[in-house]
């Protein structure tokens, strides 16, 4: 790869989406829609193609020779080089360096090129907003800042990118502004994802701090290669962040852990995604399902080194993976909002994501952030179809029997719940299969995990299956229902590609030449990722694969006797498990207990210091310093007479006070 | 020529004085720019004799600075002369006192 060109290509890449921002955002409305619709997908599309440039050239190097580090410009640069006797010193920089590795250009594709779909997919959507421009602005703006964010060789800009993308989806989430709860859900993802930052923050505050290098000196570097190639095995004794397993690693693990929680939604500050689906949908298509709630699985992947140091802080993540993962699917079976299943949804295989790389099998998750970036684009641009059609309203219980109206909307959606659900042939299936199967190989508390993990299965294919079944099939419970229409060919398009995309992109990780554990698409990321530590034995991953399709299948079993035939009662569990339900339907009263342990004390906090301490404590001081300075100001002003006489007398007076004064110091 | 040096000081310093009992004393405001155009004509005189004095030009380069300032300073301050006078009241700068309220 020549370092020229990739330079040239990955400028490209980033400077489209910043350029359609600011023209878009610059000419304030101006623009017809017509030329809007053009440039916002239109740079985002033409990102795309130099991402397969960059991504075809790679495919010519060797295996082990496809990462490349390119500097976008330097900055902050304080090291010396030699010159007229100075020797050189090395210092520090924060240059905006990008690495174009395997990962990179991976998750670089599922930008631009599921972003470019659901932008083409958007004209559709928006088409008859005032805001037009405005939307495009903030979805190219995401697209950008989701491309720095991981694109950047930098800590600094790793976290300029990931702070950017937080506002670009507080912006995209509160983007109906008039409606008061949008606003609150943006208020809500915004300061989550603070909270998080904090975690980020923090966590590269340390490895700055600490990292030391192969004679023990601290190398004060934000680089991530740097970072890497310095804490990994081998270097651990003399330098690194410390032994393995070591306090100070596992703290910046678990660290940085905190802020990809917050990105991807996982459990403890996960409640933010359900409520974000007050955002338009392709918003929630593209932010919350395709790209940026696995930012937090690319950190934990890209951060891998650290994590194979810190085997407490992954076992920490894949904890909180696969709890989440859980409690999520368990959420998504009582829910009647469309959109907030498939958030859940969303929540929950995130959670196996998060689970994956927890336990070391960093490709199997990326594989599956792949795959789920197809068929969960897919799933909630299908929503949006049917939103769109039923003039948005999202009760599944208002719609019924859209499949013979919306048919090509329903086969799509269909397409996606299979992949979601891990059915053979489709998407899902690889992916999910050879993340267990990995983790069952891989977990430190094996089993257990991998029981909780494939139980999912069944959840995932039950509320998905809910879904289609209670919206698409029955009948027309309501007028919007009776008069569905089959969405526009700009919103079906994109769908139907997406579809497609679902139905393949799982063959990617089938090894032709036979079952071997390195597959096509595995084989692409081992260079930077590396090879999985230990995969099941074909017995044992063969009977893990059964078992979790026989789970998935029994899930679509179960929805077609309960709403199918009605052979099962719908109030089986409401009656029988009256806690279980109302604990599912209130989603584990997560807000509930937030609202107990932060909202209310702060407020009681907040209306005892106006009531006690604001009165005498605040304005006393205020009040005390302003009489203080009008008493000083009465006796002060008696100086000043008007006459212009006086001032000029005083003046002359001091000025030959200084001449006096000035003359006995010469003499 | 330099034995002249200590009465152009003297001359000056006079001159400066004069000015400046003027601006202590007049209740005019005419007068009393007139007494500062007096103090200020004074300092040239002392920077012009000290420079002939040094042989240098650095005295005569103020000497002009001054009289450039002096000249602006003459259009504000008659600007506001003439402002007073044209609000009726009468130009007595101890009358003109409204400052100190």
């Known amino acids: 790869m020549n370092p020229t060109l990739i330079l040239v290509l990955a400028t490209i890449v980033l400077g489209l989406p910043t350029a359609g921002f600011l023209v878009n955002a610059l000419s304030a409305g101006r623009l017809p829609k017509k030329v809007v619709a053009w440039i916002g997908p239109g740079v985002v599309l033409g990102a795309f193609v130099a991402t397969l440039v960059i991504f075809v050239a790679m495919l010519e190097r060797p295996a082990n020779d496809r990462g490349i580090t390119v500097v976008l410009w330097h900055w902050l640069n304080t090291s010396v080089a030699s010159a007229g006797g100075v020797s050189a010193q090395a210092g520090f920089n924060a240059n905006f360096s990008l690495r174009i590795d395997p990962l990179a250009v991976l998750m670089m594709l599922v930008i631009t090129g599921i972003g470019g779909i659901i932008h083409v997919y958007s004209v559709g959507y928006v088409a008859d907003d005032p805001s037009f421009n405005r939307f495009f602005a903030y979805m190219n703006l995401f697209i950008t800042s989701m491309l720095v964010l991981v694109m950047s060789n930098s800590l600094v800009f790793l976290i300029i990118g990931w702070s950017m993308v937080a506002f670009a989806s507080y912006a995209l989430i509160a983007f109906w502004y008039e409606r008061k709860s949008a606003v609150q859900a943006g208020r809500k993802a915004f300061i989550t994802q603070v909270i998080g930052d904090v975690g980020l923050y923090l966590g590269a505050f340390l490895i700055f701090l600490n990292l030391r290098g192969p004679n023990g000196q601290l190398l004060h570097t934000v680089d991530l290669q740097t970072i890497f190639a310095n804490v990994g095995p081998g270097s651990h004794f003399h330098g690194g962040l410390g032994p393995v397993g070591g306090g100070l690693v596992t703290t910046i693990g678990i660290l940085l852990f905190i802020g990809a929680a917050a990105k991807s939604a996982q459990w403890p500050l996960h409640t933010w995604l359900p409520d974000a689906m007050e955002g338009p949908t392709p918003v929630s298509a593209l932010i919350h399902a395709a790209t940026m709630v696995t930012a937090g699985v690319y950190l934990v992947a890209r951060f891998h080194p650290i994590y194979q140091q810190a085997p407490v802080a992954a076992g920490v993540v894949a904890c909180v993976g696969i709890g989440t993962a859980f409690m999520a699917g368990v959420i998504g079976c009582t829910q009647y909002d469309i959109k907030r299943v498939i958030a859940y949804s969303t929540m929950s295989q995130i959670g196996l994501m998060i689970f994956a790389v927890g336990v070391g099998a960093y490709s199997a998750g990326m594989f599956q952030l792949f795959t789920h970036a197809c068929f969960k684009a897919l799933l909630f641009l299908a929503a949006g179809n049917v939103i769109h059609a039923m003039h948005d309203d999202q009760d599944i219980r208002v719609m019924g029997g859209l499949s013979r109206r919306m048919k090509w909307t329903f086969v799509c959606f269909t397409v996606g719940a299979l992949a979601l659900s891990g059915i053979p042939i489709f998407a899902g299936f690889f992916s999910k299969e050879e993340l267990l199967s990995n983790g069952l190989a891989l977990g430190p508390a094996v089993p257990w995990l991998w029981v909780i993990g494939v139980s999912v299965n069944v959840l995932t294919s039950f509320y998905i299956f809910r879904v289609v079944w209670v919206a698409f099939r029955g009948e027309p419970r309501s007028d919007h229902a009776q008069q569905a229409h089959e969405a526009p060919p700009v919103m079906l398009i994109p769908v139907a590609v997406l579809a497609g995309l679902a139905t393949v992109v799982g063959f990617l990780n089938i090894d032709f030449a036979g079952f071997a554990p390195i597959t096509v698409f595995s084989s692409f990321l081992q260079p930077v990722l590396g090879v999985p530590r230990a995969t099941p034995s074909d017995l044992v991953g063969g009977l893990a694969l059964l078992v979790g399709v026989i789970l998935s299948v029994g899930g679509v079993g179960i929805v077609w006797a309960v709403y199918g035939r009605g052979v099962i009662s719908r109030e089986l569990i409401p009656q029988r498990l009256p806690w279980l339900y109302q604990l599912s339907f209130n989603k584990f009263y997560w807000d509930e207990i937030y609202a107990l342990a932060f909202y209310r004390p702060v407020g009681a906090a907040a209306r005892f210091v106006r009531r006690a301490v604001e009165p005498d404590v605040i304005d006393g001081a205020v009040g005390g310093i302003r009489d203080a300075v009008a008493t000083l100001a009465d006796d002060f002003r008696t100086f000043q007479t008007g006459f212009l006489k006086d001032y000029a007398l005083v003046f002359f007076f001091f000025a030959l006070v200084g001449l006096v004064v000035l003359g006995l110091k010469l003499t | ?101």
Do not use: C, K, W
């Open chain 2, 1 to 101: 020529m330099s034995g002249m040096f200590p009465g152009f000081l003297i001359l000056s310093a006079a001159l400066f004085s004069i000015g400046a009992v003027g601006v202590l004393v007049r209740r005019n405001p005419l007068v009393v720019f007139m007494s500062i155009e007096l103090m200020l004509n004074a300092a040239n005189l002392a920077l012009i004799t000290y420079a002939r004095y040094t042989h240098t030009m650095a005295g005569q380069v103020f000497a002009l600075f001054v009289i450039a300032v002096a000249a602006s300073e003459v259009v504000v301050g008659l600007a506001l002369i003439t402002g007073v006078y044209r609000s009726g009241r009468r130009l007595d700068l101890d009358e003109l006192s409204e400052m100190s309220e």
